[in-house]
């Protein structure tokens, strides 16, 4: 392997034994389930969701009512001599958590661990579940319940080939068309799904963090499809954080992350119709 394939497998595995204590809840959880923040040089309390800012950093879990009771309580500029905390720190990291999925989305089609578009998604259910199935937020109904008919077929017949109740994919419909384009360099996206394998446990695991803030398919969708949703209570393959905290000195691996927050409120946007 690569030497920065073997450090980042390396990096991924140590992240995946630190854990954290949360600023605002005082609990011991593993790092992917909470979110790191730093000050920037005009001395505002920013989010640093990929852990790499240098300097102290404070941890406070990936979840929207956990940053608002620790920002009330002035928990989040604590140890952090004249800094300040805006107001819209939950929504800042929601932004920041929502781009880090796009960018890690952008590296799978770069690695070739995802297919774009209905018909190419279409040829991957045809052959096998996807670890996650992404849908335009403000795509049309009708190419979805295509895609979703599809995925209940296929887990039908990987069901009737194993002869016991198969789950998955995962269905994820916060992003627009628009979103989606830019994220994979490419006109308007309706349809995604990603395979199997590193980058969907990295996906999956930035899903989960993301899902403290805003929900991540409306539950019409997941009946339909007949998926459950993403939350910190679905395991990856990664292995198991201990209750161990660690003093935070400087920025922690940007390694896979396999479990982050819980089920936020917020609603993905209304549909529109599909070009």
């Known amino acids: 392997m690569h030497r920065k394939g073997v450090r980042a497998a390396e990096q991924a ?9 949360c600023a605002a809840t005082g609990a011991v959880v593993p790092e992917s389930r909470l979110v790191r923040l730093a000050v920037g040089r005009d001395g505002m309390v920013l989010p640093d969701v990929a852990a790499r800012a240098p300097g102290r950093g404070l941890w406070v879990s990936a979840m929207r009512p956990a940053v608002e009771q620790a920002l009330r309580r002035n928990q989040l500029t604590r140890g952090f001599e004249g800094a300040r905390a805006p107001a819209d720190i939950a929504d800042r990291i929601e ?10 989305l952008g590296m799978a089609r770069r690695a070739g661990e995802i297919a774009i578009g209905q018909t190419e998604v279409g040829d991957l259910v045809g052959r096998t579940l996807p670890a996650i199935v992404f849908e335009a937020a403000d795509g049309a109904p009708d190419g ?8 209940v077929r296929q887990r039908a017949r990987a069901a009737a080939r ?8 995962h269905i994820v ?8 384009a830019l994220a994979f360099g490419r006109g308007r996206v309706i349809h995604a799904a990603i395979r199997h394998g590193g980058m969907a446990r990295r996906v999956g695991g930035e899903l989960r963090r993301l899902a403290g803030f805003r929900t991540l398919a409306p539950e019409a ?3 339909e499809s007949g998926s459950a949703p993403l939350h910190a209570d679905d395991p990856l393959p990664d292995p198991a954080a201990p209750d161990v905290a660690h003093d935070d000195n400087g920025p922690g691996p940007d390694g896979d992350r396999s ?7 917020r609603a993905p946007p209304a549909a529109a119709n599909e070009d």
């Open 173 to 180: 419909g916060c992003f627009t068309a628009a979103e989606l």
């Open 221 to 223: 969708w997941l009946a």
């Open 144 to 151: 979805r319940r295509q895609v979703f008919e599809a995925v």
């Open 95 to 104: 932004q920041a958590l929502a781009q880090r999925v796009l960018d890690l």
């Open 259 to 265: 479990e982050s927050g819980l089920p936020g409120t």
């Open 162 to 169: 194993s002869g016991t109740a198969v789950q998955g994919p």
């Open 13 to 21: 595995r140590e992240g995946a034994a630190r854990s954290r204590r």
